[in-house]
């Protein structure tokens, strides 16, 4: 369904030097720089499939999404979306695509809702009898009834959401771009838009391309995540395989009385390990271990732990996804998958 090849974008920037000669400098002889906001981004996206596209800020994910959904031309590469090149014929292509950008909507602020969408209806072509279908569908799967005939504007965060995500699926697209859909929300609304997308992609085979910094989106939604990094892309495949790959680091976690004297060289010298391999945090009486399974194994840590102070409690905790992305980020990327 979406097919993207070794696309790059090109932005040039004028260079100003400070001050007022730096301005008549650049107005009359502007110093030019090449920005490359994406760098040979590759990945494929078969339909029906939930693709959480991931990264830090600045990492490229918007620019990438703006070349997919045509609002953006690339400087070189290709990509299509279910066989359609998105910059061209756009009025055709943008019928078969909808898209949530975080905070901006594409709702009319002062227009109540309901009415909203039937302008929607008649900008999009949508009969009257599929009309009515789908917003039967998205009341029941979004539940606008209790504000569909509110303005916009009257809309609280999470009901807006709702509403954008709604104006984005009315005309039955086969490829949803959803950009921080749950971005600030509290977590029944968040709960209520992620039962949202999974029912509408598993009904209607909808394929989904998700941008998130919620790592509980990620978890829920996706089975397999692309992530790129100043970018360049630094992991391709599934939450499964990460963890497996890239998921060695455990979390001791104990308590003991308040005489005991443990400090993280103590640890390292004694395991000898690298600082990079071992981080010791403490808080009071309550000890949380991080170290590398790797490098050392989990029960020659608990042996070496207890063999050290009295303990009172005691626990072992595989990393959490957050960590090892974290971890990914830190270290500049992972090998593709």
Not at 225 to 232: A, N, P, Q, S, Y
Request: charged share 30%.
């Amino acid at each position: 369904m979406i097919y993207a090849e070794h696309l790059r974008k090109e932005f040039k920037k004028t260079v100003k030097d400070p001050g007022l000669k730096g301005s008549f400098k650049a107005l009359f002889n502007p110093k030019k720089e090449i920005v490359v906001a994406a760098d040979d981004i590759t990945f494929h996206v078969p339909e029906g499939e939930i693709l959480g596209f991931i990264g830090p800020n600045g990492a490229g994910k918007s620019t990438v999404i703006k070349m997919l959904t045509g609002i953006l031309t690339p400087t070189s590469g290709e990509c299509r979306i279910n066989g359609k090149i998105p910059t061209n014929d756009r009025k055709k292509y943008v019928k078969e695509i909808g898209a949530v950008f975080g905070q901006r909507t594409q709702l009319w602020w002062d227009l109540p809702l309901q009415e909203t969408y039937h302008v929607l209806k008649e900008i999009y072509e949508v009969d009257d009898y599929k009309f009515k279908k789908r917003m039967d569908f998205l009341n029941e799967v979004l539940e606008l009834e209790k504000f569909i005939k509110s303005p916009v504007r009257t809309l609280s965060l999470g009901q807006r959401m709702r509403a954008d995500i709604a104006a984005s699926m009315l005309h039955s697209p086969k490829v949803l771009f959803l950009d921080e859909p749950t971005i600030g929300l509290d977590v029944v609304v968040k709960d209520n838009i992620r039962q949202a997308i999974m029912k509408i992609n598993k009904e209607e085979k909808t394929t989904v391309v998700l941008t998130t910094h919620d790592i509980s989106d990620i978890e829920l939604l996706c089975d397999r995540i692309v992530m790129i990094d100043k970018g360049k892309n630094v992991y391709d495949g599934s939450l499964h395989k990460l963890r497996e790959n890239y998921g060695q680091t455990r979390e001791l976690v104990f308590e003991t009385d308040n005489s005991s004297k443990l400090t993280e060289e103590q640890f390292r010298k004694g395991l000898n390990l690298k600082k990079s391999d071992l981080v010791v945090e403490r808080e009071q009486n309550s000890f949380k271990v991080k170290f590398n399974s790797k490098k050392i194994p989990v029960g020659e840590m608990l042996g070496y732990t207890l063999s050290l102070t009295k303990v009172k409690d005691i626990s072992v905790k595989d990393a959490d996804i957050e960590e090892i992305i974290r971890s990914l980020y830190r270290q500049g990327g992972a090998s593709d998958e």
